[in-house]
């Protein structure tokens, strides 16, 4: 299994922005579609963002299409998540998820995803 780690997190102010990192070692990492979900204080975890393994396509969750946005570089087998325009709601632990796939495929679903990240905690104050 590829490994995962999280990056980048912090406590920022409503309106901030925020971008997060997961670096991936042990695996070819351009083989792995990847993704990002959260999970909020007394929620369960949610889909955020999800990339094709070459990275052309992507997919989001309807709370975040239009101010997130998902990235990745093969080279240095990362996967970004820029986050702009955060709310209060966006508070919570955020885990990047990879799966090995031979196809240019996205999954939103977490069962879909056998490597995960310890998670990096997003706070944003209203």
């Known amino acids: 299994q590829v490994q995962l780690v999280e990056s980048g997190g912090g406590l920022v102010q409503a309106g901030d922005s925020l971008r997060v990192s997961c670096a991936a070692s042990?695996?070819?990492?351009?083989?792995?579609?990847m993704a990002w979900f959260r999970q909020g204080p007394g929620k369960e975890r949610e889909f955020v963002a999800a990339?094709?393994?070459?990275?052309?396509?992507?997919n989001y969750a309807d709370s975040v299409k239009g101010r997130f946005t998902i990235s990745r570089d093969n080279a240095k087998n990362t996967v970004y998540l820029q986050m702009n325009s955060l709310k209060p709601e966006d508070t919570g632990v955020y885990f990047c998820?990879?799966?090995?796939?031979?196809?240019?495929?996205?999954?939103?679903?977490?069962?879909?995803?056998?490597?995960w990240g310890q998670g990096t905690q997003v706070t944003v104050s209203s």
């Open positions: 998820a990879a799966r090995l796939t031979s196809y240019s495929a996205l999954y939103t679903n977490d069962s879909h995803y056998a490597s």
């Open positions: 990339i094709s393994r070459s990275g052309g396509g992507s």
């Open positions: 042990g695996r070819t990492f351009s083989n792995y579609a």
